[in-house]
């Protein structure tokens, strides 16, 4: 098989998958008790919207109209922000987007770094010191780290903003030097949060899969032939350990939106997780749905993102790399 | 803290104690248990495990207070760790280290229970599609792709938001059967590889029924696998809890659990962090405990590692 029929294959299963997410979700709001009316609603009103709405029809009816719906590039309309889903995701996704960007690049920067360092010296103080300092953060609820970062970092020391994505009276549009600045300011203790934690768990990866090829055969013989220790762990060992790193990159996407729902909230960041979270609280079904979908296209599309980039970094997974290469560790 | 509190402390600490060394002295004749005992952090993640099911189980001997009971809710609110409150009281003027060993009950017994309904779905699931292969492997790993990509932190929300509060046992199976994926792709890698060894083979060559060469033939040299996934797994799911209770949807105070506690505590971090952090810290512990079992587990049950030299 060629790699251009592998490559549609995939996209297609891909497609196939973010459909079958969309269709659970939408099952799952449709048998769980309650509608989109609030309480102190007048039932007449809420009669209203319900048929305005087209909550009256057969379940199937109403998901075959969806999928039109969403075919056609239209998300609906949002009904507790009275504005189509379209505009509210365009407008947060952006922002969860800086927040995922710079918690991954400290995770794999440091976590990269880390790994390395310590695959050179395992076993002596400094790698043993790392390994349990990683072991403890990579264990720290996400949640409660932000909590003590805030605690700290935000009220404490008052080195940077309790929340918020940007100064609200110098800069409700970014559209100066000095606002970007403060949105990075802004950006620092939400992406810290999620980066650290994760970055821990590189380091932790990493390091592992360094040391399983540091048995291999041509390290033993790299090793022999005289080959300088540093030329050695960088050059054969970090190059064939990039592989499993790989696939990782694939794995951090349900992380970090998972993260993105939690620490949004707490940080008050305008992004989709925060957004989604208070879909579900006011059963905004179209937002709801809308946001599965994102979230859903987002963690297939990493991993497709992986197995591609596995391919073209080892030419002997090329065919088979869907059907064992993503072991997931979860 | 009375010295009965204490005393009971100090017994759970020894019991925990005693129990990883025996554990370790019968260990040794093990070549397999010896790899794992000789992981330092594996050993102490057993024995601080082991310490805080104890002290969990005997909640009543080792908590001064009732976890729910408002001591004085004029005098006593947000006091900081003392001799009487070991761990400070919260903003309702609870204590909370009965809290913390209370909820213990909760936020172990969920991660316990829901990993328990997560690895044995996932097993099963796993060891049917690696076993029969075929079309019935197909029909269910496309369901594992499925609920792999699906967002489980949003089904949970929706499961729990939608149907406002779930009852306890509702809820360990809302995340046991939001769990499962990963575990049943490592069993199905490791039954297809396992299901042509000679052993097998002459099992089902000899007449044994299917589901006794799966469980009796198959599965238990599968075991290094499922044990890590069950290890990570207890992990996991006392982590989703607290996220959870902690966006207010977890488990329903009073009642407490570490998550939920650590929702408590938010509001009045800036003046009494002691109810936010300990609990988090708990939380945290167990976690790398698990962490620490489940890399020795990995390392002793690791074949490649079998007769080598070292």
New interface residues.
Partial sequence: MGGGAWLLRRVL?SIA??V??VT??FI??HV???RPCTENLDPRVCEQLTRQFGLDKPIVVQYWRYLVQVVHGNLGVSYSLHRPVADALLETIPFTLQLAGAALMLDFLLGLALGIYQAGRVNRIPDVVL??ST??V????T???A??L??VFG?KLRWFPVGGASDPIFCPVIDSFFCVVDRVWHLVLPSATLGLVGAAGTARFQRAAMLDVATQDYVRTARAKGVPERQIVMRHQLHNALLSFITRFGLAF?FL??GA??IE?IFAWPGMGRL??EA??T?DYPL?TA??LI??TV??AG?LLADILIGLADPRLRVHATT?AD???? | MTLGNWLALVVALILAAEAVRALRHRALRRERWRRFFRHRTASWGLGILTFLVIVALAAPLVAPFDPNRQLDIVHLTNQPPSWTFLLGTDLLSRDVWSRAVYGGRISLGIGALGALVAVSLGTLVGALAGYYRRWIDAVLMRGVDVGLALPRIFILLMAVALWDGLPFTALVLAIGLTSWFGTSRLVRAEVLALRQRDFVVAARALGVGTSRVIFRHVLPNAAAPIIVSAALGVGNVLLLEASLSFLGIGIAPPEASWGNMIADGAPSIYTAPWSTLFPGLAIALVVMSLNAVADGVRDALDPREDGGVE
């Fill in positions: 299963a998958i973010v079958a997410v659970f979700i799952l709001i769980a008790p309650g390994s349990n072991l403890f990579y264990s720290l609820p949640f409660w780290l909590l003590i805030l605690l009220e349900p939106l998972t729902v939690l909230t989604a979270f579900i609280l059963r709801v946001t599965a979230a859903s963690v297939v991993n064992d072991i997931v560790t979860a």
